[in-house]
T-cell receptor, first 112, second 112 residues
Framework: QQKVQQSPESLTVSEGAMASLNCTFS??????FRWYRQHSAKGLEVLVS????GEKEEGRFTAHLNRANLHVSLHIREPQPSDSAVYLC????????????FGEGTKLTVSS | EAAVTQSPRNKVAVTGGKVTLSCNQT?????MYWYRQDTGHGLRLIHY???????EKGDIPDGYKASRPSQENFSLILELATPSQTSVYFC???????????FGPGTRLTVL
């Protein structure tokens, strides 16, 4: 089964500096990758979905996928204190269920 | 945007008691999912459904049952709750494939 790992566990950046989060997975045949944001005690908000190698931008959030290297990253441009949250990487299994396999998350703190 | 609601939002149960967590979605999605979130494990899939009357086992189904009586409703049932089932439970809905999954706000369950 697909295994998903995220790094770092926690990250602190200054407001306005680029934040970079990493995610590795074990099965490169998947073609459905998502980054979610979870504010404390709240539900999950999808930020970027990416389905092919390369780059996908959604506002200040950019995902990079390299399936040969089993790696997908998330870059947050000009992060703000309101971006402080847990960021979750998810990989969808092949097949109709589209069930998601999640990483453990990266806790991002943006200091002003 | 899809609306997924969960009830109750918080629940305290006793060991050996029966617990039912409810989920309702109003966007007519075929697929619904139940995940639990624990520190150190991210979100893990418990049960999912392809439509009314269908339930499928996810990755950690032991100790849980699911029920999908209608397109809109999907319940998670703990017949004999144990302290190890203390967690935050999330329901999600989606169309499968590359379609987004929309998450509810979560239910915090404590089993004493």
């Amino acid at each position: 089964q697909q295994k998903v790992q995220q790094s770092p566990e926690s990250l602190t950046v200054s407001e306005g500096a680029m934040a970079s989060l990493n995610c590795t997975f074990s099965d490169g045949t998947s073609n459905n990758f998502r980054w979610y944001r979870q504010h404390s005690a709240k539900g999950l908000e999808v930020l970027v979905s990416i389905f092919s190698d390369g780059e996908k931008e959604e506002g200040r959030f950019t995902a990079h996928l390299n399936r040969a290297n089993l790696h997908v990253s998330l870059h947050i441009r000009e992060p703000q204190p309101s971006d402080s949250a847990v960021y979750l990487c998810a990989v969808s299994e092949q097949g109709g269920s589209a069930k998601l396999i999640f990483g453990e998350g990266t806790k991002l703190t943006v200091s002003s | 945007e899809a609306a997924v609601t969960q009830s109750p939002r918080n629940k305290v149960a006793v060991t050996g008691g029966k617990v039912t967590l409810s989920c309702n979605q109003t966007n007519n999605h075929n697929n619904m999912y139940w995940y639990r979130q624990d520190t150190g494990h991210g979100l893990r899939l418990i049960h999912y459904s392809y439509g009314a009357g269908s339930t499928e086992k996810g990755d950690i189904p032991d100790g849980y049952k699911a029920s999908r009586p209608s397109q809109e409703n999907f319940s998670l049932i703990l017949e004999l709750a144990t302290p190890s089932q203390t967690s935050v439970y999330f329901c999600a809905s989606g169309e499968g494939g590359r379609a987004e999954q929309f998450f509810g706000p979560g239910t915090r369950l404590t089993v004493l």
